[in-house]
Each structure stands twice: as structure tokens, then as C-alpha cells.
């Protein structure tokens, strides 16, 4: 006698259906570029984190938090050029202000390209009041 329901269709388990589904998409996401970030924040924080994920808001948002708060060295050859010691890839936003500061004197302010002055006057705002103490 047959058991009401839906036919099955696959040999396998339910359970192995979900594994080997789950595997696939970790390999998708692998290829794309996806990695998976576990966080601890507090409830409020994630309450909000949530909301901007479902409204599709979350990426983008935070993406943009974490350009105003880390530098990518190399993408400022005059930075790369003070940090020429570091390992680091990133650095805090302030740090960068702050190498800057202190290394001025081997800055070429000519050799400054349009991407890096645009940094050099938003670290300025956000960490100097709008002063480089050089």
C-alpha cells in the first residue's frame, strides 16, 4: 500500500537532498565571491541589521560605512609608499590620518593623485577639524 503525500521523485533521503543542496550553494557562492561573516552585536544593532538586509539595504550600506572607516593602502600610492613597512592590506581610517600626519615631510604633494586628495580632505575633516598638523 502506498503512503499518501507527494511522489517521491528522488532516491535519495530528505536529509541527503538538503546536504547536497547546501553544498552547492556554498560552491556558488564560493565562485562569486560570497563569504560567510558570523558577527556578535548587540540585539538592537542586529534588529536594525536585519530590516536593511530584507529591504536589500544592507550591502551597500555597510559597504559604505566601512569606506569611511578602513583604507585599502594601495589604492593611495603615497600611502602605500609611507605604510611601505606594513603587511596590512587595510588600515583604520585614523590610522591612515595619522601616518600621514606624522610622515608628512616624505608626502610628494605633487605627485598626489585626485583619489588621494579626496582622501587627505575627508581624513582632514573627520580626524583634524580640518587641519593636517604637519
Same mark, same amino acid.
Given at each position: 500500500?502506498?503512503?499518501?503525500?507527494?511522489?517521491?521523485?528522488?532516491?535519495?533521503?530528505?536529509?541527503?537532498?538538503?546536504?547536497?543542496?547546501? !553544498?552547492?550553494?556554498?560552491?556558488?557562492? !564560493?565562485?562569486?565571491?560570497?563569504?560567510?561573516?558570523?558577527?556578535?552585536?548587540?540585539?538592537?544593532?542586529?534588529?536594525?541589521?536585519?530590516?536593511?538586509?530584507?529591504?536589500?539595504? #544592507?550591502?551597500?550600506?555597510?559597504?559604505e560605512a566601512? =569606506? !569611511?572607516?578602513?583604507?585599502?593602502?594601495?589604492?593611495?600610492p603615497q600611502?602605500? =609608499? #609611507?605604510?611601505?613597512?606594513?603587511? =596590512?592590506?587595510?588600515?583604520?581610517?585614523?590610522?591612515?590620518?595619522?601616518?600621514?600626519?606624522?610622515?608628512? !615631510?616624505?608626502? =610628494?604633494?605633487?605627485?598626489?593623485?585626485?583619489?588621494?586628495?579626496?582622501?587627505?580632505?575627508?581624513?582632514?575633516?573627520?580626524?583634524?577639524?580640518?587641519?593636517?598638523?604637519?
Amino acid at each position: 500500500m502506498r503512503k499518501p503525500g507527494r511522489p517521491k521523485t528522488s532516491k535519495l533521503t530528505r536529509a541527503e537532498q538538503l546536504r547536497r543542496a547546501k !553544498r552547492r550553494q556554498r560552491v556558488r557562492q !564560493r565562485a562569486a565571491g560570497i563569504v560567510h561573516v558570523q558577527l556578535a552585536v548587540p540585539r538592537e544593532l542586529a534588529e536594525k541589521m536585519a530590516v536593511a538586509r530584507r529591504a536589500g539595504l #544592507l550591502t551597500q550600506s555597510l559597504g559604505e560605512a566601512l =569606506d !569611511r572607516t578602513v583604507i585599502r593602502v594601495h589604492d593611495y600610492p603615497q600611502l602605500a =609608499d #609611507l605604510a611601505w613597512n606594513r603587511d =596590512d592590506e587595510f588600515i583604520p581610517a585614523r590610522e591612515a590620518f595619522q601616518l600621514y600626519e606624522r610622515n608628512w !615631510r616624505f608626502v =610628494d604633494a605633487n605627485a598626489l593623485v585626485p583619489g588621494e586628495r579626496r582622501l587627505l580632505e575627508r581624513l582632514k575633516a573627520q580626524f583634524g577639524g580640518g587641519v593636517m598638523n604637519a
